[in-house]
């Protein structure tokens, strides 16, 4: 989970500048090797010191741990930052800062707002199955998640991420898809869901969407 794809907005001065100059600061974020030390920590590490452009999680950087990275970035994010929104990205996203502001600028007026393109979908109870969820059986009967921003890009304003950083540790609890955990925490929240076509796939150009990086 990268916060921007930096095919796009670059690195080191490169973000600097975009921070100095439109307010927005974005950052990769990626956790650790699961041989801790090795030669990607090491460079890892090293980009960094030179780049200044990563948040290094305290944990191992796998697709399973997907769900308590996101939750452990909004807590180190809104304690290092103090944003209007954060935003998470996927790393196949292409970024228009411009078109980022212009948007979220349009909801800072809205309190309480969880903005994406909202889903719900099934439910899979086969183990064997590509999107099982261990979990399946506390979505009742249908086997339908709740209303929730799809994975690839969302933005929530700050008043909704304090808490997560506060409870981030120990009463967040996480499911099988970190697009699933983040609206269980912004459901218990009681934040204002907003369905934002310009963040549905549907809407993007070949190879290129509108949004997002980290904050604003």
């Not at 970024?95 to 393109?117: E, F, M, Q, W």
Request: glycine residues 6%.
């Amino acid at each position: 989970m990268d916060l921007c794809s930096c095919r796009n907005l670059g690195s080191g001065e490169t973000l600097k500048k975009m921070e100095k100059e439109k307010g927005v600061v974005s950052r990769f974020v990626i956790g650790r090797s699961a041989d801790r030390g090795d030669s990607l920590d090491r460079s890892i590490d090293d980009e960094n010191r030179q780049t200044n452009d990563f948040i290094i999680l305290d944990q191992v950087e796998a697709p399973g741990e997907l769900p308590k990275k996101v939750k452990m970035f909004f807590s180190l994010a809104a304690d290092k930052w103090d944003a209007d929104f954060y935003a998470k990205v996927n790393d196949d996203v292409y970024v228009n800062i411009d078109a980022l502001g212009a948007t979220l600028s349009s909801h800072l007026d809205k309190p309480r707002v969880y903005i994406g393109c909202m889903k719900s979908g099934q439910v899979f109870s086969e183990p064997s199955h590509k999107w099982y969820e261990p979990d399946w059986w506390k979505f009742g009967d249908k086997k339908s998640y709740f209303r929730h921003a799809s994975g690839e890009i969302y933005a929530v304003i700050k008043q909704e991420v304090d808490p997560i950083s506060l409870n981030c540790r120990s009463l967040l609890r996480t499911y099988a898809h970190d697009d699933v955990s983040a609206g269980s925490w912004f459901i218990g929240l009681n934040v204002k869901h907003v369905d934002e076509g310009k963040f549905c796939c549907s809407s993007w150009s070949t190879g290129l969407s509108l949004f997002l990086p980290f904050s604003i």
